[in-house]
């Protein structure tokens, strides 16, 4: 099956800074891929769509200029939170694959922002 | 907007009991998957059962699909240890351009 390689694992970062996240689709070429916000002991929220070649595609209320999404090949996907701050400390998870077959999740990447 | 509601929200058995977690939605689907979350980890794809059908097994996992009840279940038999993680229902609905739908999972402890 699809391997999803998401890095880093938990990354800690200063208020006001921006921290990026990578999801790699390792064995299998991903022209969407699908990143997901998850707080403690609650269910994955999704926040946007990422093409590859074009613009993410936001859910309504997630801030585009906010989580920066970049899905510039077939195997890379970034998100960046730009200027983070404390309220955006949570468990990110990127995903790839089809609605009718299932999905693989990246193993999730804990941001602390202090 | 989450569709999915599981029950229990938490549920705590002794190993080698069977364990049950419910799954409920609102609209028409076209599958229902299930997925499995170790504590800080990703989540992994258990088990997709499709409309049209009402029951499926792959290995210890049994999961069957009420359409008309809008419901499903998760069954795990002989339970381990290593199974405690949190269950998470995911609904591909009918007609809608969305990704999947979650549920607000289930967390399940199997006592040693």
């Known amino acids: 099956g699809a391997v999803v390689s998401q890095h880093p694992s938990w990354v800690i970062c200063k208020s006001g800074t921006s921290v990026k996240i990578e999801c790699r689709s390792l064995d299998f070429q991903a022209t969407t891929m699908f990143w997901y916000r998850q707080f403690p002991k609650q269910s994955l929220m999704l926040m946007a769509t990422?093409?590859?070649?074009?613009?993410?595609?936001?859910e309504q209320g997630v801030e585009k200029d906010k989580f920066l999404i970049n899905h510039a090949s077939l195997t890379l996907s970034t998100l960046t939170v730009t200027s983070a701050h404390p309220e955006d400390s949570s468990f990110y998870i990127c995903?790839?694959?089809?609605?009718?077959?299932?999905?693989?999740f990246g193993s999730g990447t804990r941001l602390t922002v202090v | 907007s989450q569709q999915g509601e599981e029950d229990p929200q938490a549920l705590s058995i002794q190993e080698g009991e069977n364990a049950t977690m419910n799954c409920s939605y609102k609209t028409s689907i076209n599958n229902l998957q299930w997925y499995r979350q170790n504590s800080g980890r990703g989540l992994v794809h258990l088990i997709l059962?499709?409309?049209?059908?009402r029951e499926k097994h792959s290995g210890r996992l049994r999961v069957t699909l009420d359409t008309s009840k809008k419901s499903s279940s998760l069954l795990i038999t002989a339970s381990r240890a290593a199974d405690t993680a949190s269950y998470f229902c995911?609904?591909?609905?009918?007609?809608?351009?969305?990704?999947?739908?979650f549920g607000s999972g289930t967390q399940l402890t199997v006592l040693p």
């Open positions: 995911a609904t591909d609905d009918a007609g809608s351009a969305r990704q999947l739908t």
């Open positions: 995903s790839e694959g089809d609605r009718g077959y299932g999905y693989t």
């Open positions: 059962i499709r409309s049209n059908e």
């Open positions: 990422s093409n590859e070649g074009s613009k993410a595609t936001y």
